[in-house]
């Protein structure tokens, strides 16, 4: 099984889901740093205060911020820990730092078109507290409004509106794609159709883990 996995694909292609799936059932600890991020925004911690801005227009934190945080936050974990890294690393200089620290065995790539991209975000909720993440129409809270997990109210994130999704979109296009290649070259990626249920996506990606 592998133990070292970077989920890449773009904003809404189902990372944190299936990331959420694996550590529940293969006991994986998910390094999110888009979790992180809102944690310390919602602390108001100094990182948290200078996140904040780029987070709101959809564009990318500085690269020496993420590096630092994922440092630490590796290096506080056994070395024999399987990890999800999921939105992280989001450009080649991310990778880079990456690679030097850990051997990432499996590079999975959500591949989803940005039609579908869209309406997923849009209609997406996300539990503040416990970060669970649901759909109004395809995966929904069993009360509305309310996480099934924490019960805490859920909320329509700041940067998934339409507008900042579009943002988001073209930041990933020019930053992130890049590295399908970067892994490509490495030997250890693989893409896997991110489109259908759940459940159908989680079958694949399982395939590619073990
Ligand atoms: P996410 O929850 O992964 O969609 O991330 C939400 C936002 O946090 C992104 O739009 C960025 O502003 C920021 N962010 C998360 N991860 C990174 C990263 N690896 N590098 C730079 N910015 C990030």
């Known amino acids: 099984m592998k133990t070292k996995i970077v989920l890449l694909g773009p904003p809404g292609s189902g990372k944190g889901t299936q990331g959420e799936k694996l550590c529940e059932q293969y006991g994986f600890v998910k390094l999110s740093t888009g979790d992180m991020l809102r944690e310390a925004v919602r602390k108001g911690t100094a990182l948290g205060v200078k996140a904040d801005g780029y987070m709101k227009s959809g564009a990318l934190v500085p690269n020496d911020l993420i590096i630092a945080l994922m440092k630490e936050k590796i290096t506080s974990l056994d070395e024999g820990t399987g990890i999800i890294f999921d939105g992280f690393p989001r450009t ?12 990432i065995d499996l590079a999975l790539n959500l591949d989803v078109n940005d039609q579908e991209l869209i309406d997923r975000l849009t209609k997406r909720r996300t539990c503040p507290k416990c970060n669970a993440v649901y759909h109004l129409e395809y995966n929904p809270p069993k009360r509305a409004g309310f996480c099934d997990k924490c019960r805490s109210v859920l909320e329509l994130r700041s940067d998934d509106r339409e507008e900042t999704v579009r943002n988001r979109l073209k930041v990933y296009r020019e930053s992130t794609l890049p590295l399908i290649k970067y892994y490509e070259k490495k030997g250890n990626l693989v893409t896997i159709e991110g489109v259908g249920s759940i459940d159908e996506i989680f079958a694949k990606v399982k395939k590619a883990v073990l």
């Open 92 to 103: 080649v200089e991310q990778a880079n730092a990456l690679g030097e620290q850990v051997h």
